[in-house]
């Protein structure tokens, strides 16, 4: 069992700022970090931000905005998201080193997430969008890209997250999106593991939304979630 906040990111993806709030509100004692994706980015912008972060107690806000533009642009919109504050940024790893490189020297006081393949990809999808190799290779490339251009952190499924830290090294923070407690639905999520096996195997902070978020009651499963953890690689 954790002791404190558990190395979980809750993902908002709540159609309304009032239950996004509310998701927020109920897990924050038992997650070290609250994530607004697009869909309520874009919807309410810094409002998100600032109405996540004070329900949730104050906790690590992971701004889940996987830009993908030319690198003037992305530097640009980096800079624009810099009031709010955010302990996490992502970009997509595939927009190349020059990009990633934007986001990093736009955002010195934000990690910087390169995203190496998205979970709900599997290696057939791959395939048909031209990404040679099985998910692995692909990760492990994208991976590597994104570290020597800056990135403090990656985003991998949590099957590849072992292959990926011992790729990177110890220093660099392992994202794992596709975390599903057993037993519970996978969605649309393809490539997918139990929390505990994927901080054994290197991660150090777990993305979870509907397990969490769509349960009767946010906060017991948060809580139910933070108590199966093992300890953290390191904290959060």
């Known amino acids: 069992m954790t002791s404190g906040p558990a190395p979980v990111a809750v993902a908002l993806d709540a159609p ?5 709030a509310a998701w927020a509100q109920a897990a924050g004692p038992w997650v070290s970090t609250v994530k607004v994706g697009l869909e309520l980015y874009l919807r309410h912008g810094a409002d998100a931000v600032h109405r996540c972060r004070e329900a949730s107690g104050g906790r690590r806000v992971f701004l889940d905005l996987k830009l993908h533009d030319i690198p003037n642009t992305v530097a640009g919109a980096a800079r624009a998201v810099a009031d709010l504050r955010p302990d996490i940024l992502t970009v997509h790893a595939s927009g190349g080193p020059a990009m990633v490189r934007a986001a990093v ?3 010195p006081g934000t990690l910087v997430a390169g995203v190496t393949v998205l979970t709900s990809l ?9 990404l040679a190799g099985p998910p692995l290779d692909a990760v492990r490339r994208l991976a590597v890209l994104a570290v020597s251009a800056g990135a403090g952190a990656l985003v991998c499924s949590p099957q590849e997250v072992a292959l990926v830290r011992a790729e990177v090294g110890p220093d660099v923070v392992l994202i794992t999106p596709g975390v599903r407690p057993a037993g519970a639905a996978t969605g649309d999520q393809a490539r ?4 505990a096996q994927a901080l054994a195997d ?14 009767a009651d946010p906060g ?8 199966t953890l093992p300890p953290a690689r390191r904290s959060q």
Do not use: E, N, Q
């Open 16 to 20: 309304d700022l009032a239950t996004a």
């Open 105 to 107: 020297d736009a955002l």
């Open 202 to 215: 290197g991660a150090d902070l777990l993305v979870v939304g509907r397990p969490i978020t769509g349960a």
């Open 220 to 227: 017991a499963a948060a809580r139910a979630l933070a108590g």
């Open 122 to 130: 599997s290696a057939a999808d791959l395939a048909r969008i031209g």
């Open 192 to 195: 997918v593991a139990t929390p």
